[in-house]
């Protein structure tokens, strides 16, 4: 079984411009969760979508926005960059949402911004 | 809420040898799990291994083995005969539910370092 994917894999934008993020889950999976993680903040909670819907976010401000897909297929969007979004932003997924399920990473996506 | 401290920034071992890491958590649910992740230089993330928190025995997976200590919040990860394709930074992480929330918490890593 594929694993779960991420493109791109390396982005370098400037302050203001946007991005989006793609993420595909493992076959079968219908819960995605983003995670960034930074030197400074380590690894954290972004979001989380099941079934199309986002049922968990992290304490991120409102530029950070995802959304799901049909066939579960995940993105996420920054808008107006700022330096300090320059990080490693970690997909993961799992069959459900739930504490007993274990979620598998994909590669991640590097964001340089500049 | 949940924390997970990982006190051991850095760790370096000779090959074959065993080491073990160190993870303590807090969280006020009964019903949670924890894992161990490694990230190698490549930056995936790879599952090492989970644990139940219901289940008193510790989990093993080849060479890699938990201590979990339930009362003492411990959950540390024994690596056995440590190869160099060991050397990663490696997160421990616990994960709960909480209404339809379910979220996963990581430790700030120890790097390891496997020497030859």
């Known amino acids: 079984k594929a694993g779960v994917t991420q493109t791109p894999r390396y982005l370098i934008k400037t302050r203001g411009q946007q991005v989006t993020l793609s993420c595909s889950p493992i076959?079968?999976?219908?819960?995605v969760s983003w995670y960034q993680q930074t030197p400074g903040q380590g690894l954290q909670f972004l979001f989380e979508?099941?079934?199309?819907?986002?049922?968990n976010k992290g304490n991120f401000p409102g530029r950070f926005s995802g959304r799901q897909f049909s066939n579960s297929r995940s993105e996420m969007n920054v808008s107006t960059l700022e330096l300090g979004d320059s990080a490693l932003y970690l997909c993961?997924?799992?069959?459900?949402?739930?504490?007993?399920?274990?979620?598998?990473f994909g590669p991640g996506t590097r964001l340089l911004v500049l | 809420a949940q924390t997970v401290t990982q006190s051991q920034p850095e760790m370096s071992v000779q090959e074959a040898e065993t080491v073990t890491l160190s993870c303590t958590y807090d969280?006020?649910?009964?019903?949670?799990?924890l894992f161990w992740y490694k990230q190698p230089p490549s930056r995936q993330m790879i599952l090492v291994i989970r644990?139940?928190?219901?289940?008193?025995q510790n989990a093993t997976e080849n060479r890699f083995s938990v201590n979990f200590q339930k009362a003492a919040k411990s959950f540390s990860l024994k690596i056995s005969d440590s190869q160099l394709g060991d050397t990663a930074m490696y997160f421990c992480?616990?994960?709960?539910?909480?209404?339809?929330?379910?979220?996963?918490?990581f430790g700030s890593g120890t790097q390891l370092t496997v020497l030859p």
């Open positions: 644990q139940e928190a219901y289940k008193q």
């Open positions: 979508y099941f079934s199309e819907t986002q049922r």
């Open positions: 969280t006020s649910e009964n019903n949670y799990y």
């Open positions: 076959s079968g999976h219908r819960s």
């Open positions: 992480a616990s994960q709960v539910s909480s209404g339809s929330a379910r979220q996963l918490t």
């Open positions: 993961a997924s799992s069959l459900v949402p739930g504490s007993q399920e274990t979620q598998y």
